[in-house]
């Protein structure tokens, strides 16, 4: 059979951010759908097809907002992508370890004061 499946860090967020009209079920059926369209043990936000246009009208942000959902987005899929290795993430980012230490702890504050 199949090797059990995880989300990525980037699905996660973006299941955790999108406003699920369909609620449940609509939840599920995507899921679903990732699950036999991924390719290896991670689902990731792109195999969900979960766009930011099909969230409703977009909210204006400062640049600041921007660049930090930028940073957190590409360490996500960085880490995702190194399967959660940090010198293979910082490596794919072009930036060192202790820089993507930061980026991760910044990342982890502006989400928890949300």
């Known amino acids: 059979g199949r090797p059990q499946l995880k989300l990525s860090p980037d699905a996660i967020l973006a299941i955790e951010s999108y406003a699920w009209p369909g609620n449940v079920r609509e939840l ?4 679903n759908s990732a699950a036999i369209m991924s390719e290896g043990k991670l689902v990731s936000a792109a195999d969900l097809s979960l766009s930011q246009m099909e969230q409703g009208a977009p909210q204006l942000l400062t640049l600041r907002e921007v660049r930090q959902r930028a940073e957190t987005e590409a360490v ?5 992508m190194a399967g959660g290795n940090i010198s293979k993430a910082a490596e794919l980012l072009g930036i060192t370890r202790p820089t993507l230490y930061d980026l991760m702890q910044r990342a982890s504050t502006a989400q928890s004061g949300d």
Do not use: F, G, H
């Open 76 to 80: 996500q899929r960085a880490l995702a």
């Open 28 to 31: 599920e059926n995507r899921v």
